[in-house]
């Protein structure tokens, strides 16, 4: 009795120590205690959530309300004016703003939130024309599906005068940039924002497209769906789940497929905010990083943060829906789940350090699709990275959680190793078409697209 | 002497006052009922003083039961139409759907409304919430409770942490470090929890933005009404705006509103209740409920009685205190009648304005559970039209009773 008695309190003691971990080195000196962060309501702001209700922020000296927006626009409004101190954010969205399209605000961001995440789901409807063209196997589509299935379809549409019309969340979400990638790697041609021939500026990015692509945001893209108002749509989940649950339609691909290991969204912070507060977004940032890690350390973890998700102040989906694709697996077709231990990553394969790379990526697709009406110098986009992604902030904050012992160096050899090496990725073809992209010579990459602006 | 006699018969006759047997006047207490507002209740008084009974239950039994009828009809309604209203992504909840929203447990004898939500979450998540489902209303209240008593027993272990470690550092002789480490305890020890805002925080703020935008549309309604019913021309200068901006949509209203708030506001710290998205939403109820107090003010004064007027001639009464002893309280009535019609507008538009602002009310609220796309927080949506609608009622109500404190002859309105 007694034996049990003391292990039920060296277990208290355990978790007492784990629930105020960090509490070995010093606390940075916050500049701003009390802080407010805006989300969206999508599986991925799960380190912001985590961080918060694991007390990660709470660690850092930091009080930290979690607050759901109504939109992308509002959300980036509210960080630009000062009424949040950061906010989840599409990977695109600091960059956009950063490049004056759409509002001209600095953004920064020093942690990465997650890779992957995303999927194309497209209507019943589609999906019964698509699947003739699908490449079968065991009676089972071969993945990835490309837009190849698509494009006899569009075509057809095309020459009825009866375009396609598509869904993505944002203008410079990485939604719309996949969608587009998907589509123009099979020769549809999604819509350009700029004609450079007349000079004339599309706002909705509509100009010689093959299909119509327009924006909705990612809770209410099942209903737009069901409603006939779009076919498909490109969207973070629980939104493409939750079309299979209900019924309404079928994921063809994700953006693991399209994009191994994309980044998706971010933590941004105001250029303003950045510079008043040094020390708080450095804290901020170890408390992200523990949330990372905390994700990816094991499937019951996750589990957990599903359950965290689904409460009707998070994002609020059944926990079926959130759990599906939180926890490893991804179901297509009802009845087709398949195992994808990567669609949503955290922390392993170093997803959370700011890559320029991925900046410069972006930037890259900006200038394809005419949302930036010039062509630049590679000098142009090493600059711009460095003013958006700032990993030094994210090293600042490693070597902090190192000293205070919660991690080790180990922890860290990839980020520590890219840091030194200049902050890009080497060379990669883990793309759905397998073209290569050196994040350093951005001009050869946007040569190299057939269809697109250069 | 003889004051001093007076005085002592005062003082006696005041400690007989409440021994004087107390005389229940069944009509007089009706009638404050009737004019409180409450004059379902005034059939209730009258039997209590046996003021022909049979009548008076007649009465009670016509009020309650024609209503309690009428609402069953309209559950029994919503039923079927919950039934069949029902596509593959979205349907309308059931009524035991939107009660179990509300109060997170199944009506006993009744099949569970959401079996699916139980299966998915393992049992210690509900035991630790008493049994309620925390994604319901009552049961997100509670797990909000239980986090808080968790925030401050996490907060007193940092405290206690950084106090040890600064008796260490002083016992190491480090007093700097010793300091450093105290001003962290209290700084630990500062802390508020920033809590989620819950259902019922959130009806909360919805009335304190109504009241702020409902003030703000006094403040600036009354006068210019006063001055357009004083002088004609100032009216027919005021008419071609009155009539231009009444009718705009608080949708409209909100994007110039959030310039300026954006402009004039400071952002605030973010565990302040004044955010900035609260005055924003206040500035839209403000923009569209001030035309009903306008324009009901300037007709009230524009109509009052010559008479009345004619004696502030003959008593010589200055401009200012003309409006103010004669024109003012001659108005008052009409005045009430536009401040009641303008709560009325601004609670209605104040959902909207949520949704656009973000203020944290109920506004926002629906806007949240719509973003959620669950079944259950649909039904959360039910429960909110109706808490809408109960306070939208219990605000006209108290305006009636002013409206009525200021009305001299018998009004039903």
Same mark, same amino acid.
């Given at each position: 009795?007694k034996?049990?008695?003391?292990?039920?309190?060296?277990?208290?003691?355990?978790a007492l120590?784990?629930a105020?971990g960090?509490?070995?080195?010093?606390?940075l000196?916050v500049?701003?205690?009390?802080?407010k962060?805006?989300?969206?309501?999508?599986?991925?702001c799960?380190?912001i959530?985590i961080a918060?209700?694991?007390?990660?922020?709470d660690?850092?000296g930091?009080?930290?309300?979690?607050e759901?927006?109504?939109?992308?626009?509002?959300l980036?409004?509210?960080?630009?004016t000062?009424?949040?101190? !950061?906010?989840h954010?599409l990977?695109?969205?600091?960059?956009?703003a950063?490049v004056e399209?759409?509002?001209?605000?600095?953004i920064?961001t020093?942690?990465?939130?997650?890779?992957?995440?995303?999927?194309i789901?497209v209507s019943?409807?589609?999906w019964?024309k698509?699947?003739p063209?699908v490449?079968?196997?065991?009676?089972k589509?071969i993945h990835?599906?490309t837009?190849?299935?698509?494009?006899?379809?569009?075509?057809a549409?095309?020459?009825?005068?009866n375009k396609?019309?598509?869904?993505?969340?944002?203008?410079?979400?990485?939604?719309?940039?996949?969608?587009?990638?998907?589509?123009?790697?099979a020769g549809?041609?999604?819509?350009f924002?700029?004609?450079p021939?007349?000079?004339q500026?599309?706002?909705p990015g509509f100009?010689?497209?093959d299909?119509?692509?327009?924006?909705?945001?990612?809770p209410?893209?099942?209903?737009?769906?069901? $409603?006939?108002?779009?076919?498909?749509?490109?969207?973070g989940?629980?939104?493409?789940?939750?079309?299979?649950?209900k019924?309404?339609?079928v994921?063809?691909?994700?953006?693991?497929?399209?994009?191994?290991?994309?980044p998706e969204?971010?933590?941004?912070?105001?250029?303003?905010?950045a510079?008043?507060?040094?020390?708080t977004?450095i804290a901020?940032?170890k408390?992200l990083i523990?949330?990372?890690?905390?994700?990816?350390?094991?499937?019951?973890n996750?589990v957990e943060?599903a359950k965290i998700?689904?409460?009707?102040?998070y994002?609020g989906?059944?926990?079926?829906?959130?759990?599906?694709?939180?926890?490893?697996?991804f179901?297509?077709e009802? !009845?087709?789940?398949?195992?994808?231990p990567?669609?949503?990553?955290?922390?392993?394969?170093?997803a959370?350090y700011p890559y320029?790379?991925?900046?410069?990526w972006?930037?890259?697709?900006?200038?394809r699709?005419?949302q930036?009406t010039?062509q630049?110098p590679?000098s142009?986009?090493k600059?711009?990275a460095?003013?958006i992604?700032?990993p030094?902030v994210?090293?600042?904050?490693?070597?902090?959680?190192i000293?205070?012992?919660?991690?080790?160096?180990e922890d860290?050899?990839?980020?520590t190793?890219?840091?030194?090496?200049?902050?890009?990725k080497?060379?990669?073809?883990?793309f759905?078409?397998?073209?290569?992209y050196d994040g350093?010579?951005?001009?050869a990459?946007?040569?190299?697209?057939?269809i !697109?602006?250069? | 002497?003889?004051?001093?006699a007076t005085?002592?018969?005062?003082? $006696?006759?005041?400690q007989t006052t409440?021994?004087?047997?107390f005389s229940?006047?069944?009509?007089?207490?009706?009638?404050?009922?009737?004019?409180l507002?409450?004059g379902?209740?005034?059939?209730?008084?009258?039997?209590?003083g046996?003021d022909?009974?049979?009548k008076?239950i007649?009465?009670?039994v016509?009020n309650?039961v024609?209503?309690?009828?009428?609402?069953l009809i309209?559950v029994a309604l919503?039923?079927?139409t919950a039934?069949?209203v029902?596509?593959?992504?979205?349907?309308?909840?059931?009524?035991h759907?939107?009660?179990?929203?509300?109060?997170?447990?199944a009506?006993?004898g009744?099949?569970?409304p959401f079996p699916e939500?139980?299966?998915? #979450?393992?049992?210690?998540?509900?035991?630790?919430?008493?049994?309620?489902?925390p994604?319901?209303i009552?049961?997100?209240?509670?797990?909000e409770?239980v986090?808080?008593?968790?925030y401050?027993?996490?907060r007193?272990?940092?405290?206690?942490k950084?106090?040890?470690?600064s008796k260490e550092?002083?016992?190491e002789?480090?007093?700097v470090?010793?300091?450093?480490?105290?001003?962290n305890?209290?700084m630990?020890?500062?802390?508020?929890?920033?809590?989620?805002?819950?259902?019922y925080?959130q009806?909360?703020?919805?009335?304190?933005?109504?009241a702020?935008?409902?003030?703000?549309?006094?403040?600036?309604?009354v006068?210019i009404?006063v001055?357009?019913g004083?002088?004609?021309?100032?009216?027919i200068?005021?008419?071609?705006?009155?009539?231009?901006?009444?009718?705009?949509s608080?949708?409209?209203?909100?994007?110039?509103?959030?310039?300026?708030?954006t402009?004039?506001?400071?952002?605030?710290?973010?565990d302040?209740?004044?955010?900035r998205?609260?005055f924003?939403?206040?500035g839209?109820?403000?923009?569209c409920?001030l035309?009903?107090?306008?324009?009901?003010?300037?007709?009230g004064?524009?109509?009052?009685?010559?008479?009345?007027?004619?004696v502030?001639k003959v008593?010589?009464?200055?401009?200012f205190?003309r409006?103010?002893?004669?024109v003012?309280?001659?108005s #008052?009535p #009409?005045i009430?009648?536009g401040?009641?019609?303008?709560? !009325?507008?601004?609670?209605?538009?104040?959902?909207?304005?949520?949704m656009?602002a973000?203020n944290q009310?109920?506004?926002?609220f629906?806007?949240?559970?719509?973003?959620n796309g669950?079944?259950m927080?649909?039904a959360q949506?039910?429960?909110a039209?109706?808490?809408?609608?109960?306070?939208?009622?219990?605000?006209?109500?108290?305006?009636?009773?002013?409206q009525?404190?200021v009305?001299?002859?018998e009004?039903?309105?």
């Amino acid at each position: 009795m007694k034996t049990k008695r003391t292990t039920l309190i060296a277990t208290a003691a355990a978790a007492l120590v784990a629930a105020t971990g960090t509490l070995k080195a010093d606390l940075l000196d916050v500049e701003k205690g009390t802080l407010k962060f805006g989300f969206i309501k999508l599986t991925d702001c799960a380190p912001i959530v985590i961080a918060k209700e694991k007390g990660y922020f709470d660690d850092e000296g930091l009080s930290v309300t979690v607050e759901a927006q109504g939109n992308w626009k509002e959300l980036l409004n509210r960080v630009i004016t000062g009424d949040l101190d !950061g906010a989840h954010m599409l990977a695109g969205q600091p960059i956009g703003a950063t490049v004056e399209f759409g509002i001209q605000a600095d953004i920064m961001t020093a942690y990465s939130l997650d890779y992957n995440g995303n999927a194309i789901t497209v209507s019943n409807d589609l999906w019964a024309k698509m699947k003739p063209n699908v490449p079968m196997k065991d009676g089972k589509p071969i993945h990835p599906i490309t837009a190849d299935s698509l494009k006899p379809i569009t075509d057809a549409a095309v020459a009825e005068n009866n375009k396609l019309k598509m869904g993505m969340v944002f203008p410079v979400s990485t939604h719309n940039y996949e969608i587009r990638y998907w589509l123009a790697s099979a020769g549809i041609k999604p819509g350009f924002y700029y004609n450079p021939a007349t000079g004339q500026v599309d706002v909705p990015g509509f100009l010689n497209g093959d299909v119509e692509l327009s924006v909705t945001p990612p809770p209410q893209m099942p209903q737009t769906l069901e $409603q006939g108002t779009i076919v498909g749509y490109c969207v973070g989940e629980p939104w493409n789940q939750q079309a299979v649950v209900k019924g309404i339609g079928v994921p063809v691909t994700t953006n693991y497929d399209i994009w191994k290991n994309n980044p998706e969204k971010v933590f941004g912070v105001s250029k303003e905010w950045a510079e008043a507060n040094p020390n708080t977004w450095i804290a901020v940032t170890k408390a992200l990083i523990r949330a990372g890690h905390w994700l990816d350390a094991s499937p019951e973890n996750r589990v957990e943060a599903a359950k965290i998700l689904s409460q009707p102040n998070y994002v609020g989906a059944p926990f079926e829906v959130i759990s599906s694709s939180m926890t490893g697996t991804f179901e297509f077709e009802k !009845g087709d789940k398949r195992e994808m231990p990567d669609f949503n990553v955290f922390f392993r394969y170093n997803a959370s350090y700011p890559y320029y790379s991925d900046c410069v990526w972006f930037l890259t697709q900006m200038i394809r699709w005419g949302q930036i009406t010039e062509q630049k110098p590679d000098s142009y986009f090493k600059e711009m990275a460095e003013k958006i992604y700032r990993p030094d902030v994210y090293m600042a904050a490693v070597k902090e959680l190192i000293d205070d012992g919660a991690f080790t160096e180990e922890d860290f050899t990839d980020a520590t190793a890219t840091f030194e090496a200049g902050g890009y990725k080497p060379e990669t073809t883990d793309f759905i078409d397998r073209k290569p992209y050196d994040g350093t010579k951005p001009n050869a990459y946007i040569q190299s697209f057939n269809i !697109g602006l250069k | 002497m003889e004051t001093t006699a007076t005085a002592s018969t005062a003082i $006696q006759a005041g400690q007989t006052t409440p021994k004087r047997k107390f005389s229940y006047s069944p009509n007089r207490v009706a009638h404050t009922l009737n004019k409180l507002g409450l004059g379902y209740f005034a059939p209730f008084a009258r039997l209590i003083g046996k003021d022909e009974p049979a009548k008076q239950i007649r009465e009670i039994v016509t009020n309650t039961v024609l209503p309690v009828v009428a609402f069953l009809i309209f559950v029994a309604l919503w039923a079927i139409t919950a039934s069949t209203v029902k596509t593959d992504s979205v349907q309308i909840p059931t009524p035991h759907q939107s009660w179990y929203a509300l109060t997170g447990t199944a009506i006993p004898g009744f099949p569970h409304p959401f079996p699916e939500s139980i299966d998915g #979450l393992t049992k210690p998540y509900f035991s630790e919430n008493d049994g309620l489902d925390p994604k319901s209303i009552n049961g997100f209240t509670q797990a909000e409770t239980v986090a808080e008593e968790t925030y401050f027993t996490s907060r007193q272990e940092r405290v206690d942490k950084f106090m040890d470690r600064s008796k260490e550092a002083a016992a190491e002789g480090d007093p700097v470090k010793a300091a450093k480490y105290k001003e962290n305890a209290e700084m630990f020890a500062s802390k508020s929890y920033a809590g989620n805002k819950t259902f019922y925080d959130q009806i909360w703020i919805s009335l304190l933005t109504v009241a702020i935008g409902f003030i703000i549309a006094t403040v600036v309604a009354v006068p210019i009404g006063v001055l357009c019913g004083v002088s004609p021309m100032f009216n027919i200068a005021m008419n071609p705006l009155i009539q231009l901006f009444k009718p705009v949509s608080p949708l409209a209203w909100f994007p110039i509103v959030f310039v300026i708030t954006t402009w004039g506001i400071d952002a605030p710290p973010s565990d302040s209740i004044w955010q900035r998205a609260l005055f924003t939403s206040a500035g839209v109820v403000m923009l569209c409920s001030l035309w009903p107090t306008l324009i009901n003010t300037a007709v009230g004064v524009a109509s009052v009685d010559k008479d009345h007027l004619n004696v502030a001639k003959v008593l010589k009464l200055g401009w200012f205190k003309r409006i103010w002893k004669i024109v003012l309280p001659a108005s #008052l009535p #009409l005045i009430f009648t536009g401040l009641r019609l303008s709560i !009325g507008v601004g609670w209605m538009v104040l959902i909207a304005a949520d949704m656009m602002a973000q203020n944290q009310g109920l506004g926002k609220f629906v806007w949240d559970m719509y973003q959620n796309g669950d079944i259950m927080s649909t039904a959360q949506i039910i429960v909110a039209v109706f808490v809408i609608g109960a306070v939208g009622f219990a605000l006209d109500r108290v305006m009636l009773v002013f409206q009525r404190l200021v009305t001299f002859e018998e009004q039903s309105i």
